[in-house]
């Protein structure tokens, strides 16, 4: 029996379960706006809960000379000037108090023997600015924020997919989606939308993401209801993923490993790094790590099966328990490996959207009014290469000034004005799919799509390549209007899959346009066929659909910033592109 159309009346709605949309809410909830979060995830399993080894903050609880502004420095040096200054800059002069949010909701926070927060050196910081709990610090994140959104008792359905985002004239009006299990429709009226549905990293085959999560949600409800996306071609591929087994690839070894002292070394044994960053060696920025250890693997200086050792074995055992006990854990599980004896066979995998949705510094909206984007949807922070620790602080410092935002919209806000054809069109695309029982197999063509973005738009690209990759989307695309769409006694993930596929396919057309436009190398972004950076594209590439795609100036550097970006003096040595 098909069930009835729930309608559901709120004043801001947040697609997203994870840290950064549990962070918006509560916001919304202190300020006692009506609020509701959607996901289609359960709120305790969100992508936030792998995060491993640390959040950002110039605390200065460990090294006194510290400062917010040498935080927005690093950060800036280390995206390849790519990174929108204001953005910066409000994400580490608001770092402290997105820490003390934490504290003061019972974040378990590793402290020194005096009771200050501990905080560890991450890859690339001059400092040590990032805080833990050991190494499941975003587990520990997204646990807080669930039990503090009970304690305000904001209502949480973590099994809706979203299909659309429904608009009028420019101005939002809230969202189509159907219930996992039973498949029930649910039309959300909502007076703004807050868009916290992730990144797109699962169109890799080896990715750090599961097979539901991050395949390009974001990407496409914001282009279909007006929005543009921001460098998607500036992906993070995380040095240290996981080989095998093959049903866990690319699951992420934290850069704890490696801030704590672990090492890398290729097949021979050698510390490779010293070829590529010999001043910081395994501390260097992730970028470069991953590149390194693409280069040894192609050159043939790899292990049989393609990939490096990551060795913290001679580190103390009670330090790797007390510090690591994740990696541990995890390598016992899915290896029954032993990491206080053996090293981790490890390569690079997708890990972080460094683009996604295009937003205003200031306050996150998208230029769809009552559309708001955060965490990895979001961009502007990154550039082209993130630093480690600092997506966990972007999600605490923006959730907190979205909620404001939005609690200040809705405010605003004369009336609601609603489209009939706007939401028969979100209607008849559920309808369409349903009846869909062609023989191609959505999740066939979902390897199909990952197989192509992994050959062709992986760690290193040329134009080539990713010519033929746009070819082999087309074909993916085309087959796609032939799917079959089944849904069972188990529930309706079939169709949750397709629309994933359709998620996936124009995430996977942005990010290869965008990178076919980025004619340079320059940070995560390696053309073999153009090794040198372009001054000329110090530019933000914002695609606005198939074929469209601006150049975006990116605003000065505030001078007190500018002068504490430390020139990297270590010859970086020859890598291959």
Same mark, same amino acid.
């Given at each position: 029996?098909?069930?009835?159309?729930?309608?559901?009346?709120?004043?801001?709605?947040?697609?997203?379960?994870?840290?950064?949309?549990?962070?918006?809410?509560?916001?919304?909830?202190?300020?006692?706006?009506?609020?509701?979060?959607?996901?289609?995830?359960?709120?305790?399993?969100?992508?936030?809960?792998?995060?491993?080894?640390?959040?950002?903050?110039?605390?200065?609880?460990?090294?006194?000379?510290?400062?917010?502004?040498?935080?927005?420095?690093?950060?800036?040096?280390?995206?390849?000037?790519?990174?929108?200054?204001?953005?910066?800059?409000?994400?580490?002069?608001?770092?402290?108090?997105?820490?003390?949010?934490?504290?003061?909701?019972?974040?378990?926070?590793?402290?020194?023997?005096?009771?200050?927060?501990?905080?560890?050196?991450?890859?690339?910081?001059?400092?040590?600015?990032?805080?833990?709990?050991?190494?499941?610090?975003?587990?520990?994140?997204?646990?807080?924020?669930?039990?503090?959104?009970?304690?305000?008792?904001?209502?949480?359905?973590?099994?809706?997919?979203?299909?659309?985002?429904?608009?009028?004239?420019?101005?939002?009006?809230?969202?189509?989606?159907?219930? $996992?299990? &039973?498949?029930? #429709?649910?039309?959300?009226? !909502?007076?703004?939308? %807050?868009?916290?549905?992730? +990144?797109?990293? =699962?169109?890799?085959?080896?990715?750090?993401?599961?097979?539901?999560?991050?395949?390009?949600?974001?990407?496409?409800?914001?282009?279909?209801?007006?929005?543009?996306?921001?460098?998607?071609?500036?992906?993070?591929?995380?040095?240290?993923?996981?080989?095998?087994?093959?049903?866990?690839?690319?699951?992420?070894?934290?850069?704890?490993?490696?801030?704590?002292?672990?090492?890398?070394?290729?097949?021979?044994?050698?510390?490779?790094?010293?070829?590529?960053?010999?001043?910081?060696?395994? $501390?260097? &920025?992730?970028? #470069?790590?991953?590149?390194? !250890?693409?280069?040894? %693997?192609?050159?043939?200086? +790899?292990?049989? =099966?393609?990939?490096?050792?990551?060795?913290?074995?001679?580190?103390?055992?009670?330090?790797?328990?007390?510090?690591?006990?994740?990696?541990?854990?995890?390598?016992?599980?899915?290896?029954?490996?032993?990491?206080?004896?053996?090293?981790?066979?490890?390569?690079?995998?997708?890990?972080?959207?460094?683009?996604?949705?295009?937003?205003?510094?200031?306050?996150?909206?998208?230029?769809?009014?009552?559309?708001?984007?955060?965490?990895?949807?979001?961009?502007?922070?990154?550039?082209?290469?993130?630093?480690?620790?600092?997506?966990?602080?972007?999600?605490?410092?923006?959730?907190?000034?979205?909620?404001?935002?939005?609690?200040?919209?809705?405010?605003?806000?004369?009336?609601?004005?609603?489209?009939?054809?706007?939401?028969?069109?979100?209607?008849?695309?559920?309808?369409?799919?349903?009846?869909?029982?062609?023989?191609?197999?959505?999740?066939?063509?979902?390897?199909?799509?990952?197989?192509?973005?992994?050959?062709?738009?992986?760690?290193?690209?040329?134009?080539?390549?990713?010519?033929?990759?746009?070819?082999?989307?087309?074909?993916?695309?085309?087959?796609?209007?032939?799917?079959?769409?089944?849904?069972?006694?188990?529930?309706?993930?079939?169709?949750?899959?397709?629309?994933?596929?359709?998620?996936?396919?124009?995430?996977?057309?942005?990010?290869?346009?965008?990178?076919?436009?980025?004619?340079?190398?320059?940070?995560?972004?390696?053309?073999?066929?153009?090794?040198?950076?372009?001054?000329?594209?110090?530019?933000?590439?914002?695609?606005?659909?198939?074929?469209?795609?601006?150049?975006?100036?990116?605003?000065?550097?505030?001078?007190?910033?500018?002068?504490?970006?430390?020139?990297?003096?270590?010859?970086?040595?020859?890598?291959?592109?």
């Amino acid at each position: 029996m098909t069930l009835p159309e729930q309608q559901i009346a709120t004043s801001v709605l947040v697609i997203g379960t994870g840290g950064s949309g549990l962070r918006a809410a509560i916001e919304l909830a202190e300020r006692g706006v009506d609020v509701l979060v959607v996901g289609k995830r359960p709120k305790a399993d969100a992508h936030t809960s792998l995060a491993a080894g640390g959040i950002n903050a110039a605390l200065s609880t460990m090294d006194g000379e510290d400062s917010w502004q040498q935080h927005a420095a690093d950060t800036l040096k280390e995206s390849y000037l790519l990174a929108h200054p204001e953005t910066v800059r409000i994400v580490a002069e608001n770092a402290e108090r997105g820490i003390a949010d934490l504290e003061r909701w019972g974040m378990p926070f590793a402290r020194e023997a005096d009771g200050r927060i501990s905080q560890r050196f991450f890859g690339a910081h001059t400092y040590r600015r990032t805080a833990f709990a050991g190494d499941y610090t975003g587990l520990e994140i997204q646990r807080t924020l669930v039990n503090r959104a009970a304690q305000l008792e904001v209502p949480v359905l973590d099994s809706v997919y979203v299909t659309r985002i429904l608009v009028r004239d420019n101005v939002v009006f809230g969202a189509y989606g159907f219930d $996992l299990d &039973t498949g029930r #429709r649910y039309v959300i009226h !909502a007076d703004a939308v %807050i868009l916290a549905a992730g +990144g797109h990293t =699962r169109i890799w085959r080896r990715t750090s993401s599961r097979r539901d999560e991050n395949t390009g949600d974001s990407f496409r409800l914001a282009v279909l209801a007006g929005g543009r996306i921001r460098e998607p071609e500036l992906v993070q591929f995380h040095p240290s993923g996981l080989i095998d087994p093959e049903n866990a690839a690319g699951t992420l070894v934290s850069e704890a490993a490696r801030g704590e002292g672990g090492l890398l070394r290729n097949a021979s044994g050698e510390r490779f790094m010293v070829r590529y960053d010999p001043k910081r060696m395994e $501390l260097s &920025t992730r970028d #470069r790590v991953a590149l390194a !250890a693409y280069t040894e %693997i192609k050159e043939g200086r +790899g292990t049989p =099966r393609g990939g490096v050792w990551l060795d913290v074995s001679h580190l103390p055992r009670e330090t790797i328990m007390r510090r690591l006990p994740r990696v541990y854990q995890t390598l016992l599980e899915l290896q029954m490996l032993d990491i206080t004896r053996e090293p981790i066979e490890i390569a690079p995998t997708a890990h972080y959207s460094m683009g996604g949705v295009w937003v205003r510094s200031e306050d996150h909206g998208t230029g769809v009014d009552g559309l708001y984007a955060i965490g990895e949807a979001a961009s502007g922070l990154h550039g082209a290469n993130r630093l480690g620790g600092n997506s966990l602080i972007e999600l605490l410092v923006y959730g907190r000034i979205v909620g404001e935002a939005t609690a200040a919209y809705t405010r605003g806000l004369q009336a609601q004005h609603r489209s009939p054809a706007a939401l028969a069109e979100a209607r008849g695309e559920v309808d369409e799919l349903l009846a869909a029982d062609g023989p191609e197999n959505v999740r066939a063509l979902q390897r199909a799509l990952r197989d192509t973005m992994t050959e062709h738009a992986g760690v290193a690209r040329d134009e080539t390549g990713l010519r033929k990759g746009l070819s082999e989307l087309d074909e993916v695309e085309e087959r796609s209007k032939s799917v079959g769409v089944h849904p069972d006694i188990a529930g309706f993930q079939d169709l949750a899959h397709a629309f994933d596929l359709k998620a996936s396919a124009l995430a996977a057309r942005a990010t290869l346009e965008a990178a076919l436009e980025r004619r340079e190398t320059r940070g995560c972004h390696n053309r073999s066929d153009h090794p040198e950076s372009d001054p000329s594209l110090r530019v933000n590439l914002v695609w606005a659909g198939p074929g469209r795609i601006d150049r975006e100036e990116i605003p000065s550097i505030p001078g007190d910033i500018a002068s504490l970006m430390r020139e990297v003096s270590a010859d970086p040595g020859k890598l291959v592109e």
